[in-house]
């Protein structure tokens, strides 16, 4: 079979070169001129969510393009062979069915001809009689005591997602329980995040998938150990300790009873794990129905990600205005900006979500790519930002596409209502200011000192989208979350990469047990590494006696 050809050699990437070079003059400012009702045209509303991309170095040309490129590189059967369950994580011999933990029809979804609906809605079920326990103060600790804290041991997928999901759901969460999250295998993190708790009333949730990742084990054990020194007794082990995994034996082998146990399957990645029962910690906080809402919200996206035609479809928007700056303009990074508090650690999650996903440099066919891939994701909640790193975005000699995110509603507590139009002033102005600058002209008619017109200049045509929902509710956020994590799917089958898989972590781990064990070694070990590796670990070992 001849070889797929490469995503540079299309056609429709050379028309979307040849337009890119046409357009790279044109300003934000000529095409609003143009087009008077562009910002109500360049939109698109779906999920609660609206999309306003006219801020964009776009035209309807470049979109027709876009869309002509996904359609050549297969982008709507790839849709369908993920949906289907396929085995599209070709490198690891998995489907990709993170979709069907949300699918609230309850269609049938076959892996391996075994409709695997009935499974996930058992787990649910599941987590939601063990969440009411909880929350009624029916689930006791070894000592009789109900649970009042539970801590989250987990990283990576098995952690960033229930952190932002619970910081962004903090106004429904039950505030007599303390929720905490434990990743880093720094000590110093459990250290704080169990040093005020009573180890008799908290509960801990070791969250992995393969139950042997190395830091989510070594801080797991030192919670038992901190838990038996106070109870005395492993028996204890059962009434404070639940696993989420994929692996039973593994959960066995730590300790944990399989009844204790909450599965998922190998058909769910890490990064996209939230709607499995590592989702539990959220689930705790805010109850088993609101959690239900939230994968309302997840699959309401779902739905629109597959049944809309592209030209109208939010994560196919965001994915191809993505790949336009990436491929076509040199842009190294995309920030996500939410104008939300509680959505702090979006940027962080979303930073996993993209980069471990679509983060490679081989494409389907095993050869190096000769495009661009996955920008680096990076951000922080507005206003904060703004009086840190904005001053870049604005003025800096690098194009930087953000996604500004914004809900229209205030917040509920009276005392903090006059705050939103403030907050979200800044954020519509952000965009104008980002889009528009301010000439040199502009400037000068302020009466500006001719010395500082350059200083206060701005040259704007800084591509911005943003999405604005009416208030952030647990469907609001699942629409949203799915939302971002189908606009990376968009992008991998795009760049013809494998989303789904992640090697780039290996060697990395597979080194670190290796520099372990020379840390740990009695007798100075014979260090074979080169020069700097061999001092850092002599420095390190000093260190460590
Ligand atoms: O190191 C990367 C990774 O494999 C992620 O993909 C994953 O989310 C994380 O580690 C945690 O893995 P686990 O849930 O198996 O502990």
């Not at 990074?333 to 930073?351: E, G, I, K, N």
């Not at 002033?425 to 500006?448: H, S």
Request: charged share 20%.
């Amino acid at each position: 079979m001849p070889d797929k050809p490469r995503l540079t050699d299309l056609p429709e990437w050379t028309a979307l070169q040849a337009h890119a070079n046409a357009l790279r003059s044109a300003s934000l400012r000529d095409l609003f001129a143009r087009d008077p009702v562009r910002g109500e045209r360049l939109t698109t509303e779906a999920c609660g969510w609206y999309l306003d991309y006219s801020k964009n170095r776009l035209t309807d040309d470049t979109l027709r393009l876009l869309v002509a490129l996904a359609q050549a590189q297969g982008l709507a059967p790839a849709i369908a062979a993920m949906f289907r369950g396929d085995a599209i994580n070709a490198t690891e011999n998995r489907a990709v069915l993170h979709t069907a933990l949300r699918n609230r029809a309850t269609t049938p979804v076959l892996v391996d001809g075994k409709d695997v609906m009935p499974g996930i809605n058992q787990v649910l079920d599941r987590m939601a009689a063990f969440t009411r326990q909880v929350r009624a103060g029916a689930w006791l600790g070894y000592t009789g005591k109900p649970i009042r804290a539970i801590v989250n041991i987990g990283i990576g997928g098995s952690d960033l997602g229930p952190v932002m999901a619970y910081e962004a759901l903090r106004l429904y969460s039950a505030r007599n329980l303390i929720v905490r999250f434990v990743s880093n295998v720094d000590g110093a993190h459990f250290h704080e995040q169990t040093q005020d708790l009573d180890p008799a009333e908290t509960l801990f949730i070791v969250a992995s998938k393969t139950f042997t990742t190395q830091e989510t084990m070594l801080n797991a054990a030192t919670a038992r150990a901190w838990c038996l020194r106070a109870l005395q007794d492993p028996a204890a082990v059962a009434r404070h300790f639940v696993a989420v995994s994929t692996a039973e034996a593994e959960v066995v082998k730590f300790g944990i009873d399989p009844a204790n146990m909450f599965g998922f399957w190998d058909w769910v990645g890490g990064r996209y794990s939230l709607c499995s029962a590592i989702g539990l910690p959220v689930m705790l906080a805010i109850g088993p129905e609101r959690f239900l809402e939230l994968l309302d919200g997840f699959h309401a996206m779902d739905r629109h990600f597959a049944e809309t035609p592209f030209e109208r479809n939010l994560p196919v928007l965001l994915g191809l205005i993505g790949l336009w700056y990436n491929n076509f303009f040199g842009a190294e990074t995309h920030a996500l900006l939410p104008y939300s508090q509680y959505l702090s650690r979006f940027p962080a999650y979303f930073q996993q979500g993209d980069m471990e996903s679509n983060g490679k440099s081989t494409d389907k066919q095993g050869r190096r790519v000769a495009w661009q891939t996955g920008p680096v994701i990076w951000g922080e909640p507005g206003t904060n930002g703004q009086h840190a790193f904005y001053q870049l975005l604005h003025q800096g000699t690098k194009l930087i596409p953000a996604d500004f995110i914004g809900f229209t509603q205030p917040h509920a507590d009276p005392r903090v209502r006059s705050h939103h139009a403030a907050f979200m002033a800044n954020l519509v102005a952000q965009t104008e200011a980002l889009a528009f600058g301010k000439t040199a002209d502009e400037v000068r008619a302020e009466k500006t000192p001719e010395a500082l017109v350059p200083f206060k200049t701005f040259e704007g045509n800084r591509p911005t989208n943003t999405l604005l929902a009416e208030s952030l509710t647990p469907f609001s956020l699942g629409a949203l979350i799915a939302l971002y994590e189908h606009k990376i799917f968009v992008q991998g089958v795009l760049w013809d990469v494998y989303s789904f898989d992640q090697w780039g972590v290996q060697l990395g781990k597979v080194l670190a047990g290796k520099v372990l064990a020379e840390l740990d070694a009695k007798a100075e070990p014979a260090l074979k590494h080169d020069s700097s590796t061999n001092a850092l670990i002599r420095r390190c070992r000093a260190g460590l006696r």
